[in-house]
Every structure is written in structure tokens, then in C-alpha cells.
């Protein structure tokens, strides 16, 4: 592999109404650091019938109160499924906003509208596609909207690396990682917030590529899609760690 698939619109540079740090500066950033090493393809709209697999007709119809956000955050979502897709074939990356961890099925927050993740797992397994998917979020925050709308759900398993130092991090997401060939696809939400510059002050560039090499490795139907990550200096440069860790695992 010489680049990662990666699903990217420029509709996620739209400056729709939300807070100033989940801003269009972080795609931009990260846009311009992995251009070199990804493959890019458009995503489209997400359906409502996909939304539906997720959310109650209460929420859509909160988020479609503003059709900026609506628009965009269906871009988003379909974001994420179109990764998922790729990722029947091998690795992928969603460069995607808004993120949408934070959205469960009748709530949101978080600087999230839909849960991306949750929609691509259960749009995939709705058409057949899998049976069966496990969910790895090493964000800084909990991803209480992706438990909410996935627990109970015997065909999602769902596991948040909430880690206190570095080593933790890394031997969380080993236990994580222990069955992970059992499952039909291998998804991270990735937030880089753990960032030792951002909010979590945890991890240094380093550890995101040791951290995806380890995922890639464990599963060949894997993606990812971007959550957090608000340092935006050094936004770029830690995604492009990410990734040279995917392509090294399948090098």
C-alpha cells in the first residue's frame, strides 16, 4: 500500500455554526500534512434511512432546524460509511467533520450532531455486508453517544482507552486489540486530543503512529475516522504519524 484511502469533501471547510476550536482549520491543517501519503475520494450524503439505524425522528429533525448543519453533519456521516466500505478492501481514514462521538440516539452534544461511527457500522451490517464489528475509541473523551447507541448490541463491541500515562494507553489498546481477527472490521474513532500540546497532554506524535501501526496489524479490515483533536499546530503532523503507522503495517 503507498497510500491510505482516505474519504475527504471540501464541505468540511464549511464554517457552520458551532465552538471556535472544533473550527474548519483542522481539516485544513490536516488536509495539507497528508496529501502526499492519501488517496482521496468525495463522500456522499448520508441517507435517513441510515440515520435512522441511530437516531430517533426527534433528533434528525432537531439538526434539520439548521440546514448548514444538517447538510454538513449528513456529509460527515456519509463520511464515515463510505470508509467503512473502503475498508471491506483494506485500511482507510475519514476525514471527516463534524466528529460524532458524542451523539447517542436521542441526544447530542460534544461539538457532534450524528454519530458517524455508529451509522457506517450499522449501515454495513444492515446491508449485509458484516456480521459482526469491533469499535476502539482512543479519543481523550468517553464516547458516551457511541456506547448509547451501540450497547446491547450483540454484533458491536465497543471499548473507550480512557488511559492515566502512556504506557497505560498502550497496554489498554493491546487488551483491546486481543480478539480483534475475530471480528468482521476493526474501527477507530481517533481523537488527537490526547496530544501532549492538547487538552490530554498524554501522547507525543510518536505514540499515534505506534498506536495505528498496532491497530493495522490486527485486523486487514480496519478504518478510521477522525473525532477530537484541537492543537491545531501540530494537528496535521500527527495525523500524518497516524497514517505512516497504518502504512507500515501493511507495507
Same mark, same amino acid.
Given at each position: ?10 464541505? %468540511? =471547510? ?10 474548519? /482549520? ?8 497528508? &496529501? ?10 448520508? /441517507?435517513?434511512? /441510515?440515520?435512522?439505524?441511530?437516531? $430517533? ?9 439548521? *440546514? ?13 460509511? &463510505? ?7 483494506? *485500511? ?13 440516539? /436521542? ?21 449485509? =455486508? ?15 453517544? +457511541? ?15 480512557? $488511559?492515566?500515562?502512556?504506557?497505560? %494507553? @498502550? ?22 486530543? +490526547? ?8 501522547? @507525543? ?17 480496519? %478504518? ?8 491545531? *499546530? ?9 497514517? &505512516? ?7
Amino acid at each position: 500500500m503507498d497510500k491510505i484511502p482516505t474519504v475527504y469533501s471540501r464541505d %468540511f =471547510l464549511i464554517d457552520y455554526p458551532t465552538v471556535d476550536c472544533e473550527c474548519p /482549520d483542522r481539516v485544513d491543517r490536516i488536509y495539507s500534512h497528508i &496529501k502526499n501519503i492519501a488517496d482521496f475520494t468525495e463522500p456522499e450524503l448520508c /441517507d435517513v434511512s /441510515d440515520l435512522m439505524l441511530c437516531h $430517533s425522528e426527534r433528533l434528525i429533525n432537531l439538526v434539520q432546524k439548521d *440546514p448548514v448543519i444538517y447538510r454538513t453533519a449528513c456529509k460527515s456521516a456519509g463520511g464515515a460509511v &463510505k470508509a467503512a466500505e473502503l475498508a471491506l478492501q483494506g *485500511p482507510s481514514f475519514a476525514l471527516i467533520r463534524p466528529p460524532g462521538h458524542h451523539a447517542g440516539h /436521542d441526544f447530542n452534544g460534544g461539538f457532534c450532531f450524528f454519530n458517524n461511527m455508529a451509522i457506517a457500522i450499522k449501515s454495513l451490517i444492515a446491508r449485509g =455486508l458484516i456480521k459482526n464489528a469491533l469499535i476502539i475509541d482512543i479519543d481523550l473523551h468517553y464516547g458516551n453517544g +457511541t456506547h448509547d447507541i451501540v450497547r446491547g448490541d450483540s454484533n458491536i463491541t465497543f471499548v473507550n482507552i480512557d $488511559s492515566a500515562s502512556r504506557e497505560d %494507553f @498502550f497496554n489498554d489498546i493491546g487488551a483491546a486489540l486481543k480478539d480483534a481477527q475475530s471480528f468482521d472490521m476493526l474501527c477507530c474513532s481517533a481523537g488527537f486530543d +490526547t496530544y501532549i500540546r492538547d487538552w490530554g497532554g498524554l501522547l @507525543f506524535t510518536e505514540d499515534y503512529r505506534k498506536a495505528a501501526h498496532m491497530l493495522a496489524s490486527s485486523n486487514p479490515h480496519f %478504518f478510521t475516522i477522525l473525532e477530537g483533536g484541537y492543537y491545531i *499546530p501540530d494537528l496535521g503532523i500527527n495525523v500524518h504519524a497516524y497514517l &505512516k503507522g497504518i502504512l507500515e503495517a501493511c507495507s
